[in-house]
């Protein structure tokens, strides 16, 4: 999200996520998804296209289609806050609120909602589009309102896709930081967070270094920070209520193939809706992705491809694991894999030539996700209006960035909350807070 404008844009540009030579592409079509029987769908990000196809796949609901349809182009005036909650100037704050006013509508009747009421308080008549919908967006408690915005902003062609994906927009990040003088210790794992008269000191690594800080910013699990590093101690109401009961994001397994030869596809995913699959031991309720990365040419020789198949494993399978049985476990996932892939590509097994299974148990190793969550809370009915606060209840000189502070998550609330962090530091400190 912020590919092309706005607050997470600037914040993208500020971070040199984005400069002049990054290469951005909008896909037409977002996934095609094919049912068990063979019936097909598909998902455009232009919603003018996308609703002219829908009336046509289900005439009878041209009506309903329409009114879902013009939600999702309202909710396109909703504006991220540039600046954090008690630092927003009075002026800029009612601007935007004024701007936002169709956009708040659609927070008064679906903020509370899941996408489940929202479809059945449509009422759509055909079978195979409300088959589609429940599939896709009503097994869980998901809002209404995040499955409405998320498609205002493939229509402002706000959220494309990076050439090079994460590993290279990680390093543009990194190397900007560095220019402005940052100092970046990696392979260091924080075990505490020293607090002295309940003030953030610094931080105690894995071997015992310990670092002392003026301020901490925990940009890490927001699990781990609360209950680990800072053993608990500082939670309200909120924030336990959260960590208890806020349904988490269920983890994927992604299994990447890399092919020796050419394979196009003029669609980056497909959604297989293949129920009940044993995929190693995890059985498929939503089905599995196929991604052909064919649209990226730095992702594979001349010549050759790359397919990424995805499918969500629920951490109980995880939890537990011995090393033999995760050893195991990855070369069944493999097989399995390797065998949907030639149902998908006859004759394809032969080309594989790397295949790379990542688990859930390879997000925390990584990154120390909790329960491999890697978006976080689900953005659900009960929880997308109530952001977490980036400050800790009792705790000075500490604040906390991240996905764990939105529900939904993802990389634009992450980034945004970073700056925010350094926005309430610079107002501790009376300094003005500028980006360049
Ligand atoms: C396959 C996949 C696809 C995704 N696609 C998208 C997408 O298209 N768009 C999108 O917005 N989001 C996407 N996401 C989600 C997105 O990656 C996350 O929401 C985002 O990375 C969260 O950022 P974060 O900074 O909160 O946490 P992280 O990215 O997990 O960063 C936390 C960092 O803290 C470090 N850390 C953790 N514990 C400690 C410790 N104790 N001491 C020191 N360091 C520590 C970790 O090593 C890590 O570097 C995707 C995720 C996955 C797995």
Known sequence: MGTRKGPFNDIWKDTNVLNDTVEIIDHEVHTKIFAEDGREFIIYTDLNRWEEYLCKFAPEDSVKIK??????????FLQPFSDPAGLRKIGSSVTLMLKMMPVMVLFMKYGRKSCDEYFSKLGFKN?????????IYGSHDFSA???IMMFAWFNQKNAGYLIGGSLPMAKRMTSRYLDLGGKLRTRSRVTKIIVENNMAKG???SDGTEIKADYVISAADGHSTIFEMLGGKYVNKKISNAYEKWELFTPIVQVSFGINKKIDSEIPVEMWLIRDQMIGRTKTKNGYSIMNYGFDHTMSPEGKSVIVMRFDSPWELWKDIDDKEYKREKEQIEK???TILEKHYPGISDS???????????????TGVWKGSYEGFMPSSKNLMDNLHSTIPGLKKFYMAGQWLFPGGGLPP?????KWAIQYICKEERTGFKTK
């Not at 009114?67 to 396109?76: I, L």
């Not at 594989?352 to 990584?366: F, G, K, L, R």
Request: proline share 2%; with cysteine; aromatic share 10%.
């Open 67 to 76: 009114k879902m349809c013009s939600d999702m182009k309202k909710s396109a």
């Open 336 to 338: 399995d894999s390797k």
């Open 145 to 147: 309102l995040a499955f």
């Open 352 to 366: 594989v030539e790397v295949c790379d299974v990542a688990t859930p148990i390879t997000d925390v190793s990584y």
């Open 127 to 135: 079978e195979s589009l409300n088959y589609f919908f429940n599939s």
């Open 414 to 418: 992450a980034g945004q909350s970073g």
């Open 203 to 205: 931080v105690i690594l």
